[in-house]
């Protein structure tokens, strides 16, 4: 948790604003909302004052919730008491919108609400938050998507009023982190040759990993892919894990006990050495707000594979940069992994990094200051 304030340039009108999230980076979880923190930085370097009431306790359960937004809820409040503000930013719609609400009201300045994905669905519960949430969302000055996907849902199930105005923004990435790396597969110890398809995320049912894991198998089997990383932690590993062991006995071609990794959390600087060693990033998600991480793949000079849904083929506008594939669907996805690397990683690059090029975190820093200057009484 942590309240903090950082200075931005002169080069404009300092904005003040008043940034609460309930998610934000901590030593025990450096990914935890790392992109909340991002844009909180982009912004401090746009010009903008900004405050930041956070949660990092990414513990779950109904007694860890109730002590850590109780804790959001009565910081956010003595922020907005103590400060003077041009407006209060809440990311997420659960449980953040209410808790934000609250900090807009009593500081009297307009509220910006940023929806980021599975929040869409988390404000719809009949819970107090819920109500609260799609309350605040109906009185918000300004309603930021970080797809036109996310916009379509707010507007038609969440029935936001024509009234209140939208912005399609995402968080942005770290385009010096996320670069290419020529000796990436050299640090990683990858040999030469060797095909290497990965996946970074929360190993959660939402994210398709199990229909990934599936389709690496036929691809492992057939002789079209060598190997799968997956980085990231979540309650699916273990059964990855029982897969690839079940799956070795079957294998004519080669035993996938010796071609899956799976990583575990890793810090932005390791994944970004992935993702520059990698030849296809793979996102195979039931749903998706955005997929910014494929965008930091391509920063990589890395093409994708993503599912056909929510925010993906916004990223993916282009097979220059990759490929769809429908969701739940390994048969499909395992030929859209074998198209991307058959084609070879080489002829993507450069459609790869000028796509994620206009995504860079200052770039959409710059683009959200510029709508909440249109709603902030300053």
Request: charged share 25%.
């Amino acid at each position: 948790m942590g309240l903090a304030t950082f200075e931005g340039s002169a080069a404009r009108k300092k904005l003040r604003l008043l940034v609460i999230s309930n998610m934000w980076p901590s030593d025990s979880d450096p990914v935890f909302g790392v992109f909340v923190k991002r844009n909180v930085r982009a912004l401090r370097d746009a010009g903008a004052k900004v405050t930041v009431v956070s949660n990092s306790d990414a513990r779950t359960g109904g007694q860890a919730a109730a002590r850590k937004y109780t804790s959001l809820m009565l910081r956010a409040w003595m922020a907005a008491r103590r400060g003077r503000f041009d407006a209060v930013i809440g990311h997420y719609l659960y449980p953040t919108a209410a808790i934000a609400r609250m900090a807009a009201d009593r500081a009297r300045v307009p509220l910006v609400l940023v929806t980021h994905g599975t929040d869409v669905r988390s404000v719809m519960r009949e819970d107090r938050f819920g109500r609260a949430g799609r309350a605040a969302l109906s009185s918000a000055d300004l309603v930021v998507t970080v797809s036109g996907a996310l916009e379509r849902i707010v507007r038609e199930e969440l029935e936001l009023s024509a009234t209140v105005p939208t912005a399609v923004i995402n968080m942005g990435i770290d385009d010096e982190l996320f670069a290419p790396d020529a000796h990436a597969r050299e640090k990683l110890h990858i040999e030469p040759g060797t095909r290497v398809v990965l996946f970074a995320g929360n190993l959660v049912p939402t994210k398709g990993v199990d229909v990934l894991a599936e389709a690496f198998f036929a691809l492992l089997d057939s002789g079209r892919a060598d190997r799968l990383v997956l980085v990231g932690d979540g309650p699916l590993a273990k059964d990855i894990a029982a897969r690839v062991d079940a799956n070795a006995v079957s294998f004519e071609h080669a035993d996938p006990t010796d071609r899956v990794t799976l990583t575990g959390r890793l810090h932005q600087r390791d994944l970004a050495r992935w993702m520059a060693a990698a030849d296809v990033f793979v996102l195979p998600s039931r749903a998706e707000g955005l997929g910014l991480v494929l965008l930091e793949a391509m920063a990589c000079g890395t093409p994708c594979v993503g599912s056909d849904v929510g925010g993906i083929p916004e990223v993916l506008a282009t097979p220059s940069c990759g490929a769809l594939a429908p969701a739940e669907d390994p048969a499909a996805l395992a030929e859209a992994i074998a198209e991307v690397l058959a084609t070879g990683k080489d002829s993507y690059e450069a459609a790869c990094r000028a796509q994620a090029a206009s995504h860079s975190a200052n770039r959409k820093a710059e683009e959200m200051l510029t709508a909440i200057e249109r709603v902030a009484r300053t």
